[in-house]
């Protein structure tokens, strides 16, 4: 089946707004829900519940008057696609029952496999009970800790893209300034109140008797699983955080002064500020930890001013090395979510796996790589807690469609298809790129990265359209990444050289 996708490209100038006035405009619909539907690649389940009717043939369009940037969104041209294009298309109905959602971590049940990661988003108790709320099925509360934490102020930077979303994020933030009674309060709340929700407690100690007692103290809180922070990397103290995570024999030490304060499961969360995440998997495993997490962000520097040479986030003429998360560091993640996936010393390990997640797509490619739940922040911090309706929507409407009863039949399908060396890739055959006529706007992209990046194997005809010459094309489909009109594709063959 092939469905023509609606892109965010599609809709850049979408502001995604809270209580959108293009909602309160329509007499059918909630544009606004559609729209977010399309952003977070979730356009089949929202076609899948248009109505049999399409309500915007004829109508004067007062979703577009409504629109905080008036005439800028083609919401309607927008939504008469999805009704057109991709609902005629679809082969199931849009499944109601979540049931197939439903998971565990280390035999805890959770309804669904998206958690809050340990971070602001997760750090307070209204915070999680409006997350609760929305639909999330856990949170890993933000890192506890018995020392002060003193935070700067700003403590945030980022790289955007065109359309002014966040691409990469940039912290150097710390743990919870709630003291341990003032957290432990909380999960006492937050347990009474919604008993069904996963609370993971993320602790941090600065010795073995600490670490016991914090994994004690938050079970008997109310947590149902302990997850270890060996990773983060703004610390000030250099014996913290990814100093820890960096070290197997320390990772052994610690997890195991946390078992020996608590029988409920322990995750160790790992740093990914090393050339292999392993060694710390498999110490943690040794200190008696039942699963890991992974991964949490990378040491970066963004932004350099050119005028005040200081880099971002600029605190009083100084800033630091901080944590790098967002999308963009989501391919790093992966490859160390495979490392420990395919790692046998590992086998039976739940693996919670985050780090640049934000629609339903993302998180499928942890859970095809071996990841038993996900974790997600920097995309809660963009975009809001309602992003779950979109990752439930289309994680479901996926697994229906696949015929799947459970979402453990996708855990780790992509693993075999990954090998840590190229030495496995077939190397004899090529694959040309397809010039989709009806899409291409002559705009030659494809011709100038060819001849200046590529093989020289692309040039412009006298109308402007892109001629392929076979004989110099090696079928690297750097002009397939480039065309801004996706009007370039993949042959389906392929060509012995």
Known sequence: ??????????????????????????????????????????????????????????????????????????????????FEEVKPELEIPFPEDESRLRTDICGIPMENPFLLSS????????????????????????TICSFDIHEASPRFSAITGDSGSIIGFKNIEQLSDHTVEENMDIFRRLKKNYPSKVLIASIMGQDDTEWGSLARSFKDAGADVIELNFSCPNMTDKSLGSAIGEIPVLVERFTAAAR????????????????????????????????????????????????????????????????YSGNAVRPIALRFITELAQNPK??????????????????????????????????????GYRII??????????????????????????????????????????????????????????????????????????????VLDGKKCVGCHLCLLVCPERAIVSSRKRIRR
């Open 1 to 82: 089946m092939f469905i023509r996708k609606l892109y965010r490209s599609d809709m850049l100038k979408c502001a995604l707004c809270k209580d959108a006035p293009c909602t309160g405009a329509c007499p059918a619909l909630d544009p606004a829900d559609i729209l977010r539907s399309i952003w977070f690649n979730d356009e089949m389940s929202a076609a899948a519940r248009f109505p049999e009717d399409n309500p915007c043939a004829g109508c004067s369009a007062p979703c577009e008057k409504a629109c905080v940037r008036p005439g800028e969104v083609p919401v309607r041209h927008l939504l008469t696609r999805l």
């Open 260 to 323: 020996r304060g608590t029988d409920i499961p322990i995750l160790a969360k790992l740093t990914p500020n090393v050339g292999e995440m392993s060694p710390a998997a498999e110490a943690a495993l040794q200190g008696g930890a039942d699963g890991l997490a992974a991964i949490n962000t990378i040491k970066s520097i963004v932004d350099v001013n050119r005028h005040t040479y200081v880099s971002s986030p600029s605190v009083h003429g100084m800033s630091a090395v901080g944590g």
């Open 119 to 142: 971070s602001i988003v997760g750090s307070t108790y209204d915070m999680c009970a409006r997350a609760f709320e929305a639909g999330w099925a856990g949170v890993s509360f933000k």
């Open 389 to 466: 309706d979109n990752l439930k929507s289309g994680l479901n409407y996926y697994l229906a469609e696949k015929g799947f009863d459970h979402v453990k039949d996708a855990m780790g399908l992509a693993l075999d298809s990954v090998s840590p060396t190229t030495d496995v890739i077939e190397r004899d055959t090529v694959v040309f790129p397809v010039f989709r006529r009806e899409r291409c706007i002559r705009c030659g992209r494809c011709a100038i990265s060819c001849s200046d990046g590529g093989h020289q194997a692309i040039r412009l005809a006298e109308d402007r359209r892109p």
């Open 346 to 383: 590992l086998a039976g390990m739940h693996i919670s796996g985050m780090g640049g997640i934000e629609n339903w797509t993302d998180a499928l490619e942890y859970i095809m790589l071996g990841s038993g739940s996900v974790q997600i922040t920097t995309a809660v911090m963009q975009y």
